[in-house]
C-alpha cells in the first residue's frame, strides 16, 4: 500500500503540488507509526505507569523528555504539532503548572483525551480540550498567575501521533507581569532545574530562530546540567521569521547541543495541522536559504522521529537501572520495615513487649553504671559511666582536699590560740580541752559541708541523664510506654536524689557531732605528727625562726607564737591532732559516698525501676495501662504507614518492569 501511495504520488501533477506535499507528509509520519512505535510503546508504557506509580518519590528517575524554552519562542506550538491538538495560548506564561503530554497512537478514527491531576480523571475532547487544560490549571494553582509543582497529565490517544511521553514547564520570564510573584523567574528556574537535573532526563530545548542561541536562559540552564550537550536536543521555531544565518547557526553549533537541530515552522493562524505541515514542507524545500538545510534536520515528522529514537534508547539504556534501583529500594524499605517493632495487638503482646524493654533497659543500665561495659555506645564517651562516676570521685575528693579548711599551713596555730583562750576553765594545765578539738572540727566541717551536698545533686544529675538516656531509646517504638517511662524514671530518681542529700546531710552532722575513728592510721599519724613538739616549741621560743618547717605540712609561719608561750605546746598538740584526724574524715567522707553511690545504683536497677514504670503505667497519669502500650506513636504510625506505601508501590513498580523484561526475553 505505502509502495503504491509513493508511485501514485510521483505521477501528481505541479499543480496539485499541495496535496502531494500533504500525503508525502503523511507518508513520512507513517514509519514512525508502523515501525518504532510498535516497538517503544510497550517500554514507554511501563515508564508512563511507573511514573504514574510515582516511584520517582522514592529517589529513583524516570527517562524523561522535558520541554524547556524562553516565555514566547513557540515551545507551545512545537507540542501541539506533535500533538495535533490545540494547546492554552494567550499572554505571559500559558503553562503554569508541570504538563506530562502522553501521546499514544491507535488506529480508531476516533481520538481520546484525558486529563489527571490532584487524583481525578476527567475526559474532554478536541475542542475543549485547551479550555479544560486552563481550567485544571486554575484547579492546582489558583486563578492568578503563579505556578505550581503539582503535575498534570494530558493523554491524547490518536491516530498518527508518535508515542511520547514529555513534560512541558513553563516558559522561563525574567520580568513579572502584573499577577506574578516578584520571584517569578525564580521559581521557574527552581522547577526547571528539577527536572532536569538528573542523568536520565533528555533536554528537548525550544529556540526562537530570531535570537542568538548564545543569549538564550534555556540554553544557559541545560548547560548548567549537561555542559557537552549529550541530552540536549534543540528545536529553531520561527526559522520562516529569520532565516538569514539559520544554517551557520545550526551547523556552526556554538552552544554545544549534542543530540543535534530539528528547524520547523509551526501553524499560523487558523491553518489546520494538515495545511501547517504541507508549507512547511514546501518552505523547506523552496526556500533559497532554509533549503540548504539538510532535510534531516528539518520538519516535524523528523522530529517526531528523533524524539521517538532517542527516548527508545534512553528507556533501554535506563532500564536495567532502574530495576536495580527498584530492588535495592524494595529490600531497604523490607528490611526498615522488619527493624521496627512488631504492631502490638493484644494485652499479651504489649506485656511481652514491656517486660523485654524493660528487661533490655535494666542490662544496659547494668553494663554502663556497673559492669563498665560500654560495647553499646563505643563513641559516645558520656555513656562510658563508670569511668565518668570514677573521675566525679575523683573531682570531689579533691575539692575536698584542696579546699581552705584542708590547708594546715593557713593561719598555723593562731586558729588553735584562739579557741583555747577561750575553752579555759579551772582545771590543770597541759591538757587539751576536747570542746577546744570539738570547736575546730565543727568549723572546718561547716566549711565543706556544702561541697558533698553538690556532689550529690551532680552525681544524680548525670544518672538521670543517664537512665532517661537509655530509657528513651529503648521506648522509642512505643509512645504512651516511653511518657510513663519518662515519667516513671524522673520521679524515681528525684526520690533517690532526696534520699542521698538527706543522707549526705545527716553523714556531715555525724562529722560535725562527735569525732571518733578506730583507723590505726589515725594514731600513727598523729605520733609521727606530735614527735616534733619540742624541737618545734623550742625554735619558736628561740626567736631565730620566722619559718619552720614542719614534716606532713611543710614551711609554717612562726613570727609571732613566741608571744603565746603560755599555750603554744597546747596548740601544737590541737593543730597536729586536728591534722591527723582531718584526713580521717575526708577519706570517709569520699569512701561513704562511692559506697552509697553503688549501692543506690543497685536499688534503682534491681528493685525500684521496674516497679516505679509499672505503677505509672497502671496510674491515673497514664490511664489505659498495657492497653495504652498498643497506641503507636505519631512519629512511629506514620514511618510505618509511608513505608507499607512505598513497598506497595515499589512492588507494583517491580511487577511492571518484570513484565516488561519478560516481553523482551520473549
Not at 85 to 100: E, F, K
Not at 324 to 351: F, G, Q, R, T, Y
Not at 376 to 403: N, V, W
Not at 435 to 447: D, E, R, S, T, Y
Request: charged content about 25%; some cysteine.
Amino acid at each position: 500500500m505505502g509502495v503504491a501511495r509513493q508511485t501514485d504520488l510521483a505521477c501528481i501533477s505541479e499543480g496539485e503540488g499541495s496535496s502531494c506535499v500533504e500525503q508525502h507528509a503523511i507518508i513520512e509520519a507513517a514509519p514512525i507509526v508502523s515501525s518504532y512505535n510498535d516497538k517503544i510503546r510497550p517500554l514507554l508504557d511501563a515508564v508512563d505507569k511507573l511514573r504514574s506509580l510515582m516511584v520517582m518519590e522514592e529517589g529513583i528517575q524516570l527517562p524523561t523528555i522535558v520541554v524547556v524554552g524562553d516565555q514566547s519562542s513557540g515551545k507551545s506550538s512545537v507540542l501541539e504539532s506533535l500533538a495535533g491538538i490545540s494547546l492554552p495560548r494567550g499572554q505571559g506564561i500559558c503553562t503554569r503548572v508541570p504538563l506530562i503530554m502522553r501521546l499514544q497512537h491507535h488506529s480508531s478514527p476516533e481520538p481520546e483525551f484525558q486529563l489527571e491531576y490532584n487524583g481525578k480523571v476527567e475526559h474532554t475532547d478536541e475542542v475543549n480540550i485547551a479550555d479544560d487544560i486552563i481550567n485544571a490549571t486554575n484547579a492546582i494553582a489558583g486563578g492568578g498567575k503563579g505556578i505550581s509543582n503539582t503535575p498534570l497529565t494530558l493523554l491524547v490517544k490518536k491516530d498518527g501521533v508518535p508515542d511520547l511521553t514529555m513534560v512541558d514547564l513553563p516558559g522561563i520570564t525574567r520580568v513579572p507581569v502584573r499577577g506574578q510573584p516578584e520571584d517569578i523567574y525564580d521559581q521557574i528556574k527552581v522547577m526547571i532545574m528539577h527536572y532536569i537535573k538528573p542523568e536520565e532526563s533528555i533536554i528537548l530545548n525550544v529556540l526562537s530562530a530570531t535570537v542568538d542561541f548564545t543569549t538564550c536562559e534555556s540554553i544557559r540552564m541545560s548547560q548548567s546540567v549537561d555542559r557537552a550537550g549529550d541530552r540536549t536536543l534543540a528545536v529553531v521555531t520561527k526559522v520562516d521569521q529569520a532565516p538569514e544565518g539559520l544554517l551557520e547557526k545550526v551547523t556552526a553549533d556554538d552552544v554545544s547541543i549534542g543530540l543535534g537541530y530539528v528547524c520547523v515552522r509551526n501553524r499560523i493562524g487558523d491553518e489546520t495541522y494538515e495545511e501547517a505541515r504541507a508549507k512547511s514542507q514546501q518552505l523547506f524545500q523552496t526556500h533559497p536559504l532554509l533549503s540548504k538545510i539538510d532535510k534531516s534536520m528539518v520538519g516535524i515528522p523528523v522530529l517526531a522521529q528523533k524524539l521517538v529514537q532517542i527516548q527508545a534508547s534512553s528507556i533501554a539504556r535506563n532500564l536495567p537501572d532502574i530495576v536495580k534501583k527498584i530492588n535495592d529500594k524494595l529490600s531497604s524499605c523490607l528490611l526498615e520495615l522488619n527493624k521496627m517493632p512488631k504492631k502490638l495487638s493484644s494485652v499479651a503482646e504489649a506485656m511481652t513487649a514491656f517486660m523485654q524493654i524493660i528487661g533490655s533497659s535494666k542490662e544496659s543500665l547494668r553494663k554502663i553504671l556497673v559492669r563498665g561495659e560500654f560495647d553499646e555506645f563505643p563513641d559516645d564517651k558520656r555513656m562510658h559511666c563508670t569511668a565518668r562516676l570514677s573521675e566525679m570521685l575523683t573531682q570531689y575528693s579533691d575539692q575536698l582536699h584542696k579546699g581552705e579548711e584542708s590547708d594546715p599551713k593557713s593561719n598555723f596555730l593562731l586558729e588553735e590560740i584562739k579557741i583555747l583562750e577561750e575553752a579555759k576553765g579551772i582545771n590543770l594545765p597541759n591538757f587539751v580541752p576536747h570542746n577546744a578539738f570539738l570547736a575546730i572540727l565543727q568549723g572546718k566541717v561547716k566549711g565543706i559541708s556544702s561541697i558533698p551536698i553538690g556532689f550529690v545533686e551532680k552525681v544524680w544529675s548525670y544518672i538521670e541523664e543517664v537512665v532517661m538516656s537509655v530509657l528513651i531509646h529503648n521506648t522509642e517504638n512505643y509512645y504512651q510506654l516511653q511518657v510513663c517511662a519518662r515519667r516513671a524514671g524522673r520521679n524515681l530518681i528525684t526520690r533517690m536524689k532526696e534520699r542521698s542529700v538527706e543522707w549526705m546531710m545527716e553523714i556531715v552532722e555525724m562529722e560535725q557531732l562527735t569525732d571518733y575513728t578506730c583507723n590505726a592510721e589515725y594514731e600513727s599519724e598523729c605520733s609521727r605528727l606530735m614527735g616534733q613538739k619540742d624541737a618545734f616549741v623550742h625554735a619558736v621560743l628561740s626567736k631565730n625562726y620566722s619559718t619552720i618547717s614542719v614534716e606532713g605540712i611543710g614551711g609554717v609561719e612562726v613570727g609571732v607564737l613566741w608571744q603565746y608561750n603560755h599555750v603554744l605546746s597546747q596548740a601544737f598538740d590541737l593543730k597536729m591532732r586536728m591534722t591527723a584526724y582531718w584526713k580521717v574524715v575526708l577519706t570517709r567522707l569520699v569512701d561513704c559516698m562511692a559506697l552509697h553511690l553503688q549501692l543506690s545504683v543497685s536499688k534503682l536497677l534491681n528493685q525500684d525501676m521496674e516497679s516505679e514504670i509499672v505503677n505509672e503505667l497502671m496510674g491515673p497519669n497514664c490511664g489505659g495501662g498495657f492497653e495504652k502500650m498498643l497506641e503507636e506513636s505519631p512519629a512511629v504510625s506514620v514511618k510505618r504507614e509511608k513505608l507499607v506505601k512505598s513497598i506497595k508501590k515499589l512492588r507494583d513498580s517491580k511487577e511492571v518492569v518484570a513484565k516488561i523484561l519478560d516481553g523482551v526475553a520473549t
